[in-house]
C-alpha cells in the first residue's frame, strides 16, 4: 500500500530525514517511535504533504501513485489521514459544516454524488458513537476552546468520518489522560480492518498498550535504526532509547 | 489636468451657487451656504500632510475634472436597465446627486414618515430644516464638508415623528451613472428621528459605468430621546470611483443607534462615521466590514465622542485586503471630563492575503473622566498557514480553505446585519468576491 524509499527531507538547511525505508501492506498497524527531535512527526507531516518540508531525495508510493506529486487536498482524497499532534482551532468553522465540505470535496475527486444534509447527519451520527464524541462540540467553531482530549477525540471522528486507506496518528496520545487514551484507541481499533493501515507516531509505549501494532520502528537522527515487532517497544519502555542511540551512532561512525 | 483646474472649476460652480442665492441671502440655509464656500476657498483639498488625511491621498480625484450638472432625464427604464438588486422597503432613487421622487416609493412611507426636499421644507416646514440642517456638520475644518454644503442645491429630509416605529427600512438607493463622462454627484440629506420613534435606514451606493464618479455625500442623523435607528450604508462602486461620505449622528437620552458600513468596491473610499452622545444611558453600535482587491483603497474614520455619563459605545470593523489593496482605519473615542461610567470598546481586524496589501490603523482614545471602561485593540495579519494545511490535510483544496478561512473572518460582521435580505445579499456579494 505504502512504499517509502530512501527518503530525505529537510527544513530550511536542516537534515531532518535521512534515508527513511518503509514498507506498510494493508491492514498493517506500524507504529514509529523515537527520541525527541528523531524526525517521527516530520516523516508523518511529509506523507501528508505538509509545504514547509523539502524532500530532497527518494519517494513515496502510494496506492500505485506517486504520493510527493500530489498536493495535501489530493493525498487526503486518495485515502491519507493525518490525525494532527496539535489540531488547529478555526474560528467561524463548525466541526460539522468544515466535515461537510471535506467529505463531499474527496467525493468529488472520486467522481461520487455529494452526500446531502440528511445523508451526512446520518453519517455523523453513527460515527460520532464510535468516539463518544457529544454533538454539540460538533456544532461548535472547530477545535476552539475544545480541550485537549476533545480535540483528539474529534480528530478520530473526522478520521472516521473520512474513510481513510492509511490513517497517520502523529502523537495522539500526547497530553491525553489514560480514560481519553483508551476512547482514543477504541476509536482506532474499531476503525481497524484488513483494508485499512495504520502509522502510530508516538513517543510512548503506553498508546501501544491499546492500540497493538503488527511493527515497531525506532526513528533516530532522521533514520529507521531498529525495527521488530510490538516486544521492542516493550524493551524501549524498560531500557529507554539511550542503548539505541549508542548502537545507531556506533554504526554511524564505523560507516 | 492639474489641481489647480478642480479648484477652479468649483469656484466657477460657487459663483453661480452664490448668483442663485440672490435676494435670498437671510434665509439659514442660504447663510450656511454662502458660509461653507468661504471655508473651502480657505480650506482646500487637504493633502497628505493633513493628519486626518496621512494615507488617503485625494490627489487623483482632484485631478480629473467631472460633470457636476450631467442629463437628469433618467427614466424608470433607465433604472431597470443597470439591474439594481431587489429590496423591500420605502425605496428612494438619486441618481447623479439628483433626487427623483418621480421613480422613488413614496407611497408606502405616507402616514408614518415625512420625506421632503430641501426646497419643498424651506417652504412647508422651515423650522424642522433650520433646525437641524448643518448643526451637525464642520464645515469650518473640513473640506470635503464644506464643498458638500455649499453644493448640495438639493436634498431630501426623513423625519419619523415622535412614537412612530417605521417597519419597513427607508433605503435611499445613490447611482453614479459614468457611461458617457466622469461625473460629480455632491449628496446631501438629513434625517430627523424624533422621541421614541424608531426606524431602519440603508444608504446603497453604486456605480454604472466606467468612467471616473466622484460622490461627495454627508448625511446627518438626529436621534432624540429614547429613539432607535439602525443604520447602514453598502458601497459596491466601481474601480474608478472616488467617495468621500460622512455621516454625522446626534444622540440623546436613552437613544440607540447601530451602524454597519459594508465596502464591497470602490476605487477610492473615505468613510467618516461619526458619533456624538450627547446625553445619557446610550447605546451606539458601529460595524464596519471592507473587503478590497486590486487596487482599491478604503478609508474608514470612525468617532464615538462621548459627552455625558453612563453610556455604552461598542464597535468592531474587519478588514480582508486582497491584491494590492490598501486600508486604513482610524478609530477615535473621547470621553469627555463629565462622562463618568462610560463604556466604550473598539476593535479592529484586518487580514491581508498579500505581501503587496497594505493596512494601516490607528486607534486614538482621549479620555478626560477617570471612572470609565475602555478598551481597543487592532490587529493586522495574514492567514494562518497551519490552519490552511489542516484544512487541506482533510481533502478542502487550498483555494477553498483560504475562502472557508476568509469567509469565516467576515461573518462576525455579516452576523451582525439585522435586516435579512441586506444580509444575505452581502453574504453572497462577499462570497463572489472572495473567489
Redesign the interface.
Known amino acids: 500500500m505504502l512504499t517509502v524509499s530512501n527518503l530525505h527531507a529537510r527544513v530550511e538547511e536542516k537534515e531532518i530525514l535521512r534515508g527513511i525505508n518503509l514498507e506498510i501492506k494493508p491492514g498493517e498497524v506500524h507504529a514509529i517511535m523515537g527520541p525527541n527531535g528523531s524526525g517521527k512527526s516530520t516523516l508523518a507531516s511529509v506523507l501528508a504533504g505538509r509545504e514547509d518540508f523539502e524532500v530532497t531525495d527518494g519517494s513515496v508510493e502510494f496506492q500505485g501513485k506517486d504520493l510527493l506529486d500530489l498536493a495535501p487536498e489530493e493525498r487526503a482524497a486518495e485515502g491519507i489521514f493525518l490525525a494532527f499532534q496539535y489540531p488547529v482551532e478555526i474560528p467561524g468553522v463548525t466541526t460539522i459544516n468544515f466535515l461537510k465540505t471535506a467529505l463531499n470535496q474527496i467525493r468529488k475527486y472520486r467522481g461520487e454524488e455529494s452526500l446531502d444534509a440528511a445523508q451526512f447527519l446520518k453519517l455523523m451520527k453513527e460515527k460520532s458513537k464510535l468516539v463518544k464524541i457529544d454533538d454539540q462540540l460538533l456544532r461548535r467553531s472547530l477545535n476552539e476552546g475544545f480541550s485537549g482530549g476533545e480535540k483528539k477525540r474529534n480528530e478520530i471522528f473526522q478520521m472516521a468520518m473520512l474513510e481513510p486507506t492509511l490513517g497517520i496518528l502523529d502523537e495522539t496520545d500526547s497530553g491525553l489522560d489514560i480514560d481519553a487514551l483508551r476512547i482514543v484507541a477504541d476509536g482506532v481499533n474499531q476503525l481497524k480492518d484488513q483494508n485499512r493501515s495504520f502509522i502510530v507516531v508516538t513517543h510512548y509505549q503506553r498508546l501501544l498498550d491499546y492500540i497493538v501494532p503488527d511493527f515497531v520502528h525506532v526513528l533516530y537522527k532522521g533514520r529507521i535504526v531498529k525495527s521488530g515487532t510490538k516486544e521492542l517497544a516493550l524493551e524501549l519502555e524498560e531500557k529507554g532509547y539511550d542503548w539505541i542511540k549508542a548502537e545507531a551512532d556506533a554504526a554511524e561512525s564505523v560507516a | 489636468m492639474s489641481e489647480k483646474n478642480i479648484q477652479t472649476q468649483l469656484l466657477a460652480e460657487f459663483q453661480e451657487v452664490e448668483s442663485g442665492i440672490n435676494g435670498h441671502a437671510a434665509e439659514p440655509f442660504n447663510q450656511r451656504r454662502l458660509k461653507a464656500i468661504e471655508s473651502f476657498k480657505k480650506l482646500g483639498f487637504p493633502t497628505t500632510k493633513h493628519e486626518e488625511w496621512k494615507y488617503s491621498n485625494v490627489r487623483k480625484l482632484t485631478q480629473k475634472e467631472y460633470n457636476f450638472h450631467p442629463k437628469s432625464d433618467i427614466t424608470a427604464e433607465d433604472l431597470n436597465s443597470f439591474h439594481l438588486p431587489e429590496l423591500n422597503g420605502i425605496v428612494l432613487y438619486f441618481v447623479n446627486g439628483i433626487y427623483h421622487p418621480e421613480l422613488s416609493d413614496l407611497e408606502s412611507a405616507k402616514g408614518k414618515v415625512e420625506i421632503l426636499t430641501f426646497q419643498e421644507a424651506q417652504k412647508q416646514n422651515p423650522e424642522l430644516l433650520n433646525t437641524h440642517y448643518g448643526i451637525y456638520t464642520d464645515e469650518e475644518n473640513e473640506a470635503f464638508s464644506a464643498m458638500n454644503t455649499a453644493m448640495a442645491n438639493d436634498g431630501i429630509i426623513v423625519h419619523v415623528p415622535a412614537n412612530v416605529t417605521v417597519e419597513q427600512p427607508i433605503i435611499l438607493r445613490m447611482v453614479s451613472d459614468t457611461r458617457e463622462e466622469n461625473v460629480g454627484s455632491v449628496l446631501r440629506n438629513l434625517i430627523v428621528v424624533g422621541e421614541n420613534a424608531e426606524v431602519k435606514l440603508a444608504e446603497s451606493f453604486r456605480t454604472y459605468g466606467e468612467h471616473s464618479g466622484f460622490v461627495n455625500t454627508l448625511t446627518e442623523i438626529s436621534v432624540a430621546e429614547s429613539a432607535r435607528v439602525d443604520y447602514y450604508k453598502v458601497q459596491d462602486e466601481s474601480n474608478e470611483a472616488y467617495h468621500i461620505g460622512t455621516t454625522n449622528v446626534l444622540q440623546k437620552d436613552k437613544s440607540y443607534f447601530y451602524a454597519a458600513t459594508v465596502t464591497l468596491n470602490g476605487g477610492f473610499i473615505r468613510n467618516n462615521l461619526n458619533l456624538k452622545l450627547d446625553g445619557e444611558y446610550i447605546d451606539s453600535y458601529m460595524y464596519g466590514l471592507y473587503v478590497p482587491n486590486g487596487n482599491q483603497h478604503i478609508d474608514n474614520h470612525t468617532v464615538a465622542d462621548h459627552t455625558k455619563p453612563n453610556s455604552v459605545s461598542n464597535e468592531l470593523y474587519k478588514g480582508i485586503l486582497m491584491d494590492e489593496a490598501t486600508g486604513v482605519f482610524n478609530g477615535k473615542i473621547f470621553v469627555r471630563e463629565d462622562a463618568q461610567k462610560t463604556n466604550a470598546y473598539q476593535n479592529c481586524r484586518n487580514v491581508v492575503t498579500s505581501d503587496k496589501a497594505v493596512m494601516n490603523t490607528k486607534p486614538q482614545l482621549e479620555i478626560w473622566a477617570d471612572d470609565v471602561k475602555c478598551s481597543h485593540g487592532t490587529t493586522t495579519g495574514k492567514l494562518?498557514?497551519?490552519?490552511i494545511?489542516?484544512?487541506?490535510?482533510?481533502?478542502?483544496?487550498?483555494q477553498?480553505a483560504i475562502r472557508?478561512?476568509l469567509?469565516?473572518?467576515a461573518?462576525?460582521v455579516v452576523s451582525q446585519i439585522k435586516i435579512e435580505q441586506i444580509r444575505e445579499f452581502l453574504a453572497e456579494k462577499i462570497k463572489e468576491k472572495l473567489g
Not at chain 2, 384 to 387: L, P, S, V
Not at chain 2, 390 to 397: A, K, N, V
Open positions: 494562518n498557514d497551519e490552519a494545511f489542516y484544512m487541506q490535510s482533510r481533502g478542502i483544496p487550498k477553498e472557508l478561512q469567509l469565516a473572518f461573518e462576525d
